[in-house]
T-cell receptor, first 113, second 115 residues
Framework: NAGVTQTPKFRVLKTGQSMTLLCAQD?????MYWYRQDPGMGLRLIHYSVGEGTTAKGEVPDGYNVSRLKKQNFLLGLESAAPSQTSVYFC????????????FGPGTRLTVL | AQSVTQLGSHVSVSEGALVLLRCNYSSSVPPYLFWYVQYPNQGLQLLLKYTSAATLVKGINGFEAEFKKSETSFHLTKPSAHMSDAAEYFC?????????????FGQGTILTVHP
């Protein structure tokens, strides 16, 4: 049982390049989330999904797209990376109740030059 | 909109001393409340959560937190700090009326433990 895994762990991009971050969970969770973590700002929700084939915008969605083609996977895409997207990205998953624990992946550290 | 305030971005204690990390929330209805811990270069791990049972919640690693509705607070405590407690701690809230369990995080408190 690996829990929530994220690939890659580190990535350096040049401005304007694109990339996709992959999140996978093996807990059969319905809900999945993408957050970004910036110093002094806690974690902010980018996009989330309440089930296979569904996605929705969170607090800071601009510049990102997501897809949930399979229940266990949630992809985060950057079409044209900007330096402001330099951050640590975390994926999480949970069962569909507000009180349920969200389980986090180890994070992806992205630098955009 | 919900908000969470963690008082003090850095807290420093000596090993064996009391740990107190403060969290206040703003919400018209008491939300679900969480404390997460993040060790260096790792993801977040749940320490404890309040979901409207007992107001004093016990978590892992000897931590506990008390929900005080009158003060809109959910402070995290540990009687005796250990070197291994050094980490960043996040308070988070989830609206009871939210259908997807959206978490709103505080800005985090870095705990340093001195020998």
């Amino acid at each position: 049982n690996a829990g929530v895994t994220q690939t890659p762990k580190f990535r350096v991009l040049k401005t304007g390049q694109s990339m996709t971050l992959l999140c996978a969970q093996d807990m059969n969770h319905e809900y999945m989330y993408w957050y970004r973590q910036d110093p002094g700002m806690g974690l902010r929700l980018i996009h989330y999904s309440v089930g296979e084939g569904t996605t929705a915008k969170g607090e800071v969605p601009d510049g990102y797209n997501v897809s949930r083609l399979k229940k266990q996977n949630f992809l985060l895409g950057l079409e044209s990376a900007a330096p402001s997207q330099t951050s640590v990205y975390f994926c999480a998953s949970s069962y569909p109740l507000g009180a349920d624990t969200q389980y986090f992946g180890p994070g992806t550290r992205l630098t955009v030059l | 909109a919900q908000s969470v305030t963690q008082l003090g971005s850095h807290v420093s204690v000596s090993e064996g001393a009391l740990v107190l990390l403060r969290c206040n929330y703003s919400s018209s209805v008491p939300p679900y409340l969480f404390w997460y811990v993040q060790y260096p270069n790792q993801g977040l791990q749940l320490l404890l959560k309040y979901t409207s049972a007992a107001t004093l919640v016990k978590g892992i690693n000897g931590f506990e937190a008390e929900f005080k509705k009158s003060e809109t607070s959910f402070h995290l405590t540990k009687p005796s700090a250990h070197m291994s407690d050094a980490a960043e701690y996040f308070c988070a809230v989830s609206d009871r009326g939210t259908s997807y369990g959206k978490l709103t995080f505080g800005q985090g408190t870095i705990l340093t433990v001195h020998p």
